[in-house]
């Protein structure tokens, strides 16, 4: 032990920080379970506790390593933003659970105080398993319809047998996501300023800990609340591995890659797919800031364990995908061809059940241009225009919706001017090989969900850490450059979004629009982009001179 360490008066410091801790999380474990029990009781309080102190483990257990990986101390300001992280979604959580019920549309999902119907079936059937004297691993087997891979259904009715007690707390699942999720923002800032600086690595920071949709899905009980953490993660340990070649970097990484697994093999393939593809292209001499602190020997060892885990993950992804396949198809390329295919009816059954102007514009387009449409209508999904113009019994509703596709647009404008930035000015190749990972994920998850408003944008959060850190990157060189193209990015999104409003007007109220073509409205949108750049580029010559 250092003498620091031993330093009494460290020591007291680090006991009352210690108790005031543990009070917080008893004082907020009775508000939990006061709520829980409808204003009544307060008798599982001690349940939340448990929880409470899991997730405050959780918090601080990586705050230390992350500390003991970088070598140094980090900002006590980021430690705050992290709490504050947590706080949000377990606020929204709450909000959730007592607000909808009253305000909803009164359906079962509704009613038991859960945002998404998903969430809501999962954590049911996770606490009839728990109840009964079933095995919990059969969460991976019998629990399909509820949970199509079985981990979270596993850790929750672990959860609800171990810790729980005898009533069904709900809650009790959203403090721990919470907790999980709000990692998200630790390692989110510490990949950004290994891979630029502290400047995006605090923008992205931001950018997570308020992005609507991580606090959605970090305040119920959705999977995504555990692997977008666990995918910056995994990005976090690569980067360091990568730079300083030390231990800690790789089990970060490999670590995250084997938890990611039970939640979803064939997302934990794509995960080593673009580590892969990060590793390729994005690695150069300037990447690595150290000279290497471990013999060729322990490098090569290294590399059998890299190659261990990803043997691991694709038996896992075949073992998957060979329970859902038909019985005639056996090979490997067979069941992945089989999955592509079956994606992309689901992407296109989706997207027309969502808006039968989707099968009328099929009707007038050559079929080979059905597909692309498809992954740019999900793309923009959530629709800001959308959200803004249709209305819901539930005005909640239409609030969520508003409040996420406002976010996504603004992240949207951050991440295509990120990519021009990146390609039209001989960014590094890291930075390159990010833009390219960032587009894949989005191209995806919109394959995968099309134009379904939900699972879509969940698809896509997955991967949120690394979007933000690409949207902060692109944030800072253009407050650094004031970039007029930025500008342009952003009035073409802008004037695309009041062009559509009308035409979704129309389509819901017969507001007397002329422009009933989409393809017009998008042209429409385009021209006057076009125009207000030439006027700005005559505006400034004029200053010039």
């Not at 601080?60 to 140094?72: I, L, R, T, Y």
């Not at 659970?97 to 998903?118: C, F, K, R, W």
């Not at 990949?191 to 992005?211: P, Y």
């Not at 959060?461 to 990015?489: C, H, L, M, P």
Request: with cysteine; charged share 10%.
């Amino acid at each position: 032990m250092t003498q620091s360490m031993c330093d009494p008066k460290m020591m007291k410091n680090m006991l009352a920080k210690l108790a005031a801790g543990i009070l917080f999380v008893l004082l907020l474990s009775l508000l939990l379970a006061y709520i829980s029990s409808g204003y009544q009781n307060l008798h599982s309080w001690a349940t939340f506790l448990l929880v409470g102190l899991l997730g405050a483990i959780c918090v601080f257990g990586c705050w230390w390593a992350v500390q003991k990986c970088e070598g140094s101390t980090l900002p006590s300001s980021l430690l705050i933003l992290l709490l504050l992280a947590v706080f949000l979604r377990l606020a929204a959580g709450v909000i959730w659970y007592i607000t909808l019920p009253n305000i909803g549309h009164g359906s079962p999902t509704e009613q038991a105080g859960y945002v998404m119907a998903d969430a809501h079936q999962r954590d049911m059937v996770a606490w009839e398993l728990a109840q009964s004297s079933e095995p919990l691993w059969k969460a991976f087997n019998v629990g399909r319809a509820a949970d199509q891979y079985g981990g979270l259904l596993f850790l929750s009715a672990f959860l609800y047998r171990f810790i729980g007690g005898a009533i069904h707390q709900p809650l009790q699942i959203v403090l721990l996501a919470a907790a999980v999720s709000a990692l998200a923002v630790l390692f989110t800032w510490s990949f950004a300023q290994r891979v630029w600086n502290q400047k995006v690595a605090w923008t992205a920071a931001w950018i997570l800990a308020l992005f609507p949709e991580a606090i959605l899905l970090g305040s119920s009980q959705m999977r995504e609340a555990f692997t977008s953490t666990l995918v910056i993660m995994a990005f976090y340990g690569f980067i360091t591995y990568m730079q300083n070649r030390t231990w800690s970097g790789l089990a970060w990484s490999l670590g995250a890659i084997l938890l990611f697994l039970p939640f979803s093999p064939p997302f934990a393939a794509l995960l080593v797919l673009l580590l892969g593809l990060t590793a390729i292209f994005g690695y150069t001499p300037e990447l690595r800031k150290v000279t290497s602190r471990i013999s060729i020997f322990q490098q090569r060892y290294a590399w059998v364990i890299i190659v261990c885990v990803i043997l691991l993950v694709l038996v896992s992804v075949w073992f998957v995908l060979d329970q859902f396949t038909p019985e005639k198809i056996t090979s490997p390329v067979g069941m992945v061809n089989w999955w592509v295919r079956k994606s992309a009816e689901w992407q296109a059954h989706l997207a027309e059940r969502a808006s039968g102007k989707i099968q009328a514009i099929f009707d007038r387009t050559p079929e080979w241009t059905h597909a692309p449409l498809l992954l740019a209508y999900g793309v923009a999904q959530p629709l800001l225009p959308a959200a803004l113009i249709a209305t819901s019994q539930a005005p909640i509703w239409q609030v969520i919706a508003i409040w996420r596709a406002f976010a996504w647009t603004i992240l949207l404008i951050l991440l295509i001017y990120a990519t021009w930035r990146a390609w039209g000015w001989n960014s590094d190749a890291i930075t390159k090989t990010l833009t390219i990972v960032v587009w894949l994920i989005i191209l995806i998850a919109s394959f995968r969900g099309g134009g379904d408003q939900w699972d879509n944008p969940r698809y896509r959060a997955t991967f949120i850490g690394i979007q933000a850190a690409v949207a902060g990157w692109g944030w800072v060189e253009y407050r650094n450059s004031n970039d007029r193209v930025f500008k342009y990015i952003l009035a073409w999104v802008a004037l695309t979004v009041l062009w559509f409003i009308p035409w979704y007007l129309y389509r819901r109220f017969s507001f007397p629009w002329p422009v009933e073509d989409l393809f017009m409205t998008l042209g429409y949108a385009t021209a006057t982009t076009a125009l207000y750049i030439l006027v700005d580029q005559i505006h400034s010559k004029k200053q010039a001179e």
